[in-house]
């Protein structure tokens, strides 16, 4: 008895029958798409809340905004990112058509995570539906009014016979990943990456893992430390700090920690008044196990800000932290709280090695007046994606590929990336008739004459040396 | 540290030196690669007739020609590729500078194979140096003649550090894939294909796997035989049909099946006379094993041409069977030597119906005059590639991305691919540090500033225009 078996089959037979196929069809899973999210916006923030106590403005920009957006750009663009891309070809095809076909792979998994669990689940699905794929989804189990209302709620604007919610637990996505898919989207730890690409391997499966890490933050001396503060502090506490892309801590010199402090305390107040707890616009932990991790953290280093805990609402105040040794715990793993540590580098140069020394991130952050000091930590250092003096404002421009590279990730979307990453490029070559006289060098017996040829067509480049 | 990891780490150290980094080296690399082809042609064919019988035309023709031209595109475009790529602004970046930056990923590992030892080694290395990265390879142990050779010479004319050789069997295979490497590139077969992905996911190494298959040859009624049974003749027992996007079985009505043989028959006789095993031009089985596995996928069979084989000398006669059973071991794994099946089918249907009953495969070809034979033969089955009306020539076109998808594989390379499975993609978004006002509007406390419908709100808002600091949206306090 396998349930999870029959759905799966279930869907891989539409697949074959061609169902998905047509533009229309997609289209409509689209809209269907559009629909569920407003029609539901109400009970999407009520979920949202219980869960994360996201407030309704971090609501509309970073869940629902985002994916209806892209689901705009998928329904504008979907003819022609499904059009034959017509190819360069060479002397010897030249009657002949050469382009690429987008197909669908086929059976699509997407294992999303708690964090934007509007966003990190739907996005991919755009994706994957526009491309023609047929779907099953494992929203995670973290985030539990939100996975009700997408297992219970979303299949309804979707054609079943192409789409699945899965639903469970770090064991259930086991057992679902020893299936066979034609494609697994990731988002989680790197830990769990590692395990989900080893699992697709058995199948041959390829994959995009959105991972994670811990992404620098440096901050020039010639800079005005609150606006800097105000960016920084607004995207690192921005869903409590629970964001893959948000700034984890902050490379600065002493004389700039020192602007820097009361320039953060004054953007925190700003933002999440004197009484942070009692403010709409600040989230909570999503769960007790991350909260204890957290509570943790805070006795790292010094709190210079905040450092107020309550696990009665898994509340905790925006930190930042100073006096940080490298090798403490708050150093050594992505932070996903409301915890900045600053670290003190005396250069550009000592920043960047300490940057290079460390895993890539899956952001990069540089804060300074010059161009030249910005362009300097992109030229040196490497991670899935770098704003210059801003937080993760590039993830908002779906013409940029998101994704990581080394440990925080590989494969990419967003916008058309999305399409591409969901569809098999094939390569196809259609000879016309005719050209068999200059084919025919290539056939056996291969005399000293052709290959004199051959390297004498090479020699004056005067057509390319396919000569096929 | 063994004498792997050593040279791994040296890679490593060369690369973060920074010296691949100028296009202008890379460049000079590419060259210096050029320079050995050219300078030591003899010696590579010389390497390929030992390993696989090949001749000088096969050498050059089959192999090496892919490659200089794979270096020429790579010098001619490499500025351009490089280039930091300006892409679509939203409204609310308007100011701001958007692109994408290509970054080499560090050091890739290359795994070649045995069957076109030199260009499925060096044709992706010329796309992991143009990329900037250092490449270590590890060429087939099978080819022993060209792997002995490029140890050899690849350090002579490039830069020792950055390029490295490893020669070994399994074992030192085992022992590299327990190294960190930022790209595997893997050509060969779906099994160890597993194994590779496997150990690339200990260290979250992305992989590009270059696989094989069964890939289907529909012959339909509706064609020019001749021309198409001579074209696939020349696919199919290149290299004694040791290719991986040779066809590998011929699919067709029963009518047409005994001119097919004929045909077949004919084009082989002109390729390689009477008797191949007097030509030149035909090839030798690589080792033993699989001398005796494809001798023993004949068992059985209606052999209608050769059918016989000498263990001494390794050599296949250019082998055609008839009314092969689906069933049997023949149409069970890729054949990878010079024996053709024809398995027979009832139409287009029959033969699409049979063909997405199997493993996609690295290529399909389709052979037909009527072009809704071909589209729909395109439409309704999957591959890595396809030529419509001739066999294994979209590898050969730089612009087609060369890959399987499937049990066939992952991911693809060459020309301008090549440049981008071997890179990063970095996203940058560079804005300039101004002051805050008109910024303000995303930030909390957000009191009544949610909207109705539309385009992003909050953060998104403001900055687009200098007489429009906040968008009107967010004047719309409740």
Request: charged share 20%; with cysteine.
């Amino acid at each position: 008895m396998d349930p999870v078996g029959d759905t799966l089959q279930r869907l891989r037979e539409t697949f074959r029958a061609g169902r998905t196929q047509p533009a229309e069809f997609r289209a409509a899973q689209l809209e269907g798409l559009g629909r569920f999210l407003r029609d539901h916006k109400q009970l999407l923030q009520e979920a949202l809340a219980q869960d994360l106590h996201k407030s309704a403005v971090e609501l509309e920009v970073s869940e629902i905004s985002i994916v209806q957006t892209e689901i705009n750009l998928a329904l504008r663009n979907l003819r022609a990112w499904m059009r034959d891309e017509q190819v360069r070809r060479n002397l010897a095809t030249q009657l002949d058509s050469a382009f690429i076909r987008k197909e669908p792979f086929g059976l699509v998994l997407i294992v999303a995570p708690w964090n934007y669990p509007v966003n990190l689940t739907l996005l991919p699905l755009v994706g994957a539906l526009a491309a023609g794929n047929c779907v099953v989804l494992k929203p995670s189990e973290i985030s539990k009014s939100t996975e009700k209302v997408l297992a219970e709620v979303l299949p309804r604007y979707l054609d079943q016979s192409c789409f699945a919610a899965v639903l469970g637990g770090p064991e259930e996505t086991g057992q679902l990943l020893e299936h066979r898919f034609d494609y697994i989207f990731f988002t989680g730890s790197p830990r769990v990456g590692k395990i989900v690409m080893a699992a697709a391997a058995k199948h041959l499966t390829p994959v995009t893992l959105e991972l994670g890490g811990k992404n620098p933050c440096y901050v020039d001396d010639n800079c005005d430390p609150q606006t800097v503060a105000n960016r920084v502090a607004f995207f690192r506490y921005f869903n409590a700090g629970q964001t893959c892309v948000a700034p984890d801590y902050v490379l600065c010199s002493p004389k700039m920690q020192e602007r820097l402090l009361p320039a953060l305390q004054s953007a925190i107040t700003r933002f999440y008044g004197e009484d942070p707890r009692s403010s709409p616009d600040l989230g909570r932990i999503i769960n007790e196990k991350h909260f204890q991790r957290l509570q943790g953290l805070l006795g790292c280093g010094r709190v210079a800000i905040g450092g107020q805990s309550d696990e009665s609402d898994r509340y905790i105040a925006p930190t930042v932290l100073v006096d940080v040794q490298e090798t403490e715990p708050v150093m050594q793993e992505e932070i996903f709280g409301p915890i900045l540590p600053i670290v003190n580098v005396r250069s550009l140069d000592e920043a960047i090695d300490f940057i290079k020394r460390r895993e890539k991130p899956l952001a990069l952050y540089a804060f300074s007046n010059s161009n030249q000091v910005v362009e300097q930590v992109l030229a040196r250092t490497s991670s899935g994606g770098f704003c210059g003096n801003d937080g993760f404002m590039h993830m908002t421009l779906p013409s940029l590929p998101f994704g990581g590279v080394g440990a925080s990730g590989m494969g990419s979307y967003h916008g058309k990336f999305s399409f591409d990453t969901f569809s098999h490029h094939r390569a196809c070559l259609l000879r016309r008739p005719g050209l068999e006289k200059i084919c025919s060098i290539r056939y056996p017996p291969y005399s000293p004459r052709n290959l004199r040829l051959l390297l004498l067509a090479m020699e004056t480049r005067s057509c390319s040396c396919t000569l096929l | 540290m063994s004498k792997i990891s050593e040279v791994v780490q040296r890679a490593r150290a060369a690369f973060n030196s920074g010296k691949t980094r100028p296009l202008q080296f890379r460049v000079q690399q590419l060259e210096a690669l050029r320079r050995m082809i050219k300078e030591r042609e003899k010696d590579i064919a010389g390497a390929l007739t030992a390993d696989l019988h090949k001749n000088e035309w096969n050498a050059y023709y089959e192999e090496v020609v892919y490659v200089l031209e794979e270096i020429e595109y790579m010098i001619k475009k490499l500025p351009e590729w490089a280039a930091d790529q300006p892409v679509e602004k939203t409204p609310q970046t308007q100011l701001d500078e958007s692109y994408i930056h290509w970054e080499p990923l560090g050091v890739v590992l290359i795994i070649g194979t045995w069957n076109y030892p030199f260009n499925l080694t060096i044709q992706p290395m010329v796309g992991a140096i143009a990329a900037g990265n250092a490449v270590v390879i590890k060429p087939s142990e099978l080819s022993e003649n060209m792997a002995t050779l490029l140890a050899t010479i690849i350090p002579q004319y490039l830069d020792k550090d950055l390029y490295a050789v490893i020669n070994g069997s399994v074992s030192e295979t085992t022992e590299v894939l327990k190294e960190r490497f930022d790209h595997i590139l893997y050509t060969g077969s779906t099994g160890v294909g597993k194994i590779i992905m496997m150990a690339a996911a200990k260290h979250l190494t992305p992989v590009t796997l270059e696989l094989g298959g069964k890939s289907p040859c529909y012959v339909d009624k509706d064609c020019d035989l001749d021309l198409a049974c001579r074209r696939i003749a020349w696919g199919k027992f290149m290299n004694c049909g040791q290719t991986c996007v040779a066809p590998d079985y011929i699919l067709c009505d029963p009518s047409i099946q005994n001119q097919i043989v004929e045909k077949l028959k004919k084009s082989l006789k002109e390729f390689y006379g009477e008797d191949a095993k007097k030509s030149r031009d035909y090839g030798r089985m690589i080792n033993s094993r699989h001398f005796q596995r494809v001798m023993g996928l004949m068992e059985g069979q209606k052999v209608v041409y050769g059918g016989t084989g000498d263990a001494a000398t390794r050599y296949i006669a250019p082998t055609i069977l008839t009314d092969v059973d689906p069933q049997s071991q023949v149409m069970q794994e890729e054949i990878f030597g010079p024996i053709m099946p024809i398995v027979c089918v009832r139409g287009l249907e029959e033969a699409i119906h049979f063909i997405n009953q199997r493993e996609k495969p690295l290529a399909l070809y389709v052979f037909s005059l009527n072009d809704k034979v071909i589209k729909k033969m395109i439409a309704e089955t999957s591959s890595g590639g396809v030529t419509a009306n001739d066999v294994v020539v979209h590898f050969t076109l730089h612009s087609l991305p060369y890959g399987g998808v499937g049990n066939s594989g992952m991911g693809c390379y060459h020309g301008k691919k090549s440049f981008e499975t071997f890179s990063h993609r970095r996203s940058c978004l560079v804005r300039p540090l101004l002051d805050d006002e008109s910024l303000t509007a995303r930030y909390p406390p957000s009191l009544a500033k949610v909207r109705v419908g539309g385009s992003r709100g909050g953060w998104a808002a403001g900055r687009t225009g200098p007489h429009c600091p906040v968008s009107s949206s967010q004047m719309t306090a409740r």
